[in-house]
């Protein structure tokens, strides 16, 4: 099964179902994006990212979608397994230099 | 695989003491970054840097913070006087080009003031 829907600061998926963490931007000038993924006491690990060129994209397990009509960008995360257990961030900029994270979704895997 | 790293884990100081924090990033990059987290909070930017100038500070980061890279490898930030609020993770990153190159993060100091 899949989780799909507007921005939800929780997600609870069964092991081995697909996950979709959702994420809207506001800044209509953003040209790149970026999934974060971060484990308790650690930093925020780069997963895939993705240029204001492109509406899909796809890594190892990952895919991540953008649709700059409604600024809305998604991550698809196929067969969720335990360590994918974390809380995940989008990242947008339209600059050179600064990032811009969004608030965070705590993906939980049930076994 | 190459990896920022941070020094220390922890920080814990006294309100009103100068702390500084320090960063490795990966060798061949040449954009370097602070970030705060304050806990349960979303990651903010704080200053970027390159070819040894700011290129972008945010709000945040006024007069009582510095960024320095005072040799090829360590990149540092220091607080002059920290005040209560300044407690939170802080992040270093670096990337090898400043535009549509991810950036990549270190483990964060966290720093907690007293």
């Known amino acids: 099964g899949e989780s799909v829907g507007l921005h939800l600061p929780t997600l609870s998926v069964q092991e081995g179902d697909n996950s979709i963490i959702n994420c809207a931007y506001s800044?209509?000038?953003?040209?790149?994006f970026i999934w974060y993924k971060q484990e308790s006491g650690k930093g925020p690990q780069f997963i895939i990212d993705i240029r204001s060129n492109m509406d899909k994209r796809q890594g190892q397990r990952v895919t991540v979608l953008l649709n700059k009509t409604v600024k809305h960008l998604s991550l698809q995360i196929a067969a969720t397994q335990p360590g994918d257990s974390a809380v995940y961030f989008c990242?947008?900029?339209?600059?050179?230099?600064?990032?811009?994270f969004g608030a965070g979704t705590t993906v939980t895997v049930r076994a | 695989e190459p990896e920022v790293t941070q020094t220390p884990s922890h920080q814990v100081t006294q309100m009103g003491q100068e702390v500084i924090l320090r960063c490795v990033p990966i060798?061949?990059?040449?954009?370097f970054y602070w970030y705060r987290q304050i806990l349960g909070q979303k990651v903010e930017f704080l200053v970027s840097f390159y070819n040894n100038e700011i290129s972008e500070k945010s709000e945040i980061f006024d007069d009582q913070f510095s960024v320095e890279r005072p040799d090829g490898s360590n990149f540092t930030l220091k607080i002059r006087s920290t005040k209560l609020e300044d407690s939170a993770m802080y992040f270093c990153a670096s990337s090898a080009m400043g535009s549509n190159q991810p950036q990549h993060f270190g483990d964060g100091t966290r720093l907690s003031i007293l």
């Open positions: 800044n209509s000038a953003s040209d790149y």
């Open positions: 060798s061949n990059h040449l954009y």
């Open positions: 990242a947008e900029t339209a600059s050179d230099y600064k990032l811009s």
